[in-house]
């Protein structure tokens, strides 16, 4: 079993100023990968997307409130890009290399997951089979990220670390955590 709790940071230029703690945490337990996310703070300043009916995949979940999980293996060029709605909705895509070759990851065709919120808590939580993408006895490194959307209507950038100039949840330099 493999677990870590790390905070996330706001992109220098976004997030500052809001009244707002971003927590991810990650449990690897053999083939099983749980993830929890817990926003904590002014929920009232940012736009949480309602409760979906019945949860789907979607694209273009990074335009509002969304949470992410990057996974890869060291050293090799594919990754998978997990989009996680606090509505339920959901996509996963896996590309080919940095940006490149992007598609909907196929063998995953549904995703489950719940979210709940209070006056000041947002909780995210799902588990996953890394079977499906056949990473399930593979060391990997992972980056957490967050997109939170004001009521302002500006985007936030959350992640573990920021290290380029602008945010880009994509570079694997951002991907410190190995599992």
Not at 78 to 91: M, T
Not at 121 to 145: K, N, P, Q, Y
């Amino acid at each position: 079993m493999n677990s870590v709790i790390r905070p996330l940071v706001p992109f220098p230029s976004s997030g500052q100023g809001m009244d707002l703690c971003i927590t991810a945490t990650l449990l690897r337990q053999d083939t099983r990968l749980g993830l929890a996310y817990r926003m904590e703070g002014d929920l009232s300043s940012i736009i949480i997307p309602e409760l979906a009916k019945r949860p789907r995949r979607l694209d273009n979940l990074w335009r509002e409130t969304c949470l992410e999980l990057y996974l890869a293996e060291p050293e090799e060029a594919p990754y998978w890009e997990f989009n996680l709605s606090p509505s339920g909705h959901w996509n996963v895509y896996r590309f080919s290399s940095y940006r490149d070759d992007r598609r909907e990851e196929a063998s995953i065709q549904e995703f489950q997951c719940s979210s709940s919120q209070s006056d000041r808590v947002l909780t995210f939580e799902t588990e996953m089979d890394l079977g499906w993408i056949h990473l399930a006895t593979r060391a990997l490194t992972v980056g957490l990220s967050a997109v939170v959307r004001s009521v302002c209507g500006t985007n936030s950038y959350w992640a573990l670390t920021h290290p380029g100039r602008e945010p880009d949840f994509h570079r694997r330099d951002g991907f410190i955590l190995r599992i």
